[in-house]
């Protein structure tokens, strides 16, 4: 499986899901400081045994962005 074979577009939410379980917390931690990963998933990433991968998404889910919705809004590609 390579990057190419995964449909990103489609799948982002269940992706994330799939790769907060994985055993390295680098990619936890990577996954809480994605702002697509989904709000429950966040959650569960909250409880983490790593104090680093705790911490991002404890701060993900108390992002104003996020908490008004704008953080997991595609770039804007007009925007300089």
């Known amino acids: ?6 449909p990103w577009e489609d799948n982002t939410a ?3 899901k799939f790769l907060a379980t994985d055993e390295n917390p680098e990619v936890r931690s990577l996954v ?3 702002p697509r ?3 429950d998933t966040l959650q569960e990433l909250a409880e983490d045994e790593i104090h680093s991968v705790s911490l ?3 701060a993900a889910l108390t992002d104003p962005l996020r908490q008004a919705g704008l ?3 595609p770039p804007d590609d ?3």
């Open 32 to 34: 809480a400081r994605n």
């Open 37 to 39: 990963t989904p709000t």
């Open 14 to 16: 269940e992706i994330l």
């Open 78 to 80: 007009d925007v300089f």
């Open 1 to 6: 499986l390579t990057r190419d074979d995964i």
């Open 71 to 73: 953080a997991t809004q």
């Open 56 to 58: 991002f998404a404890k």
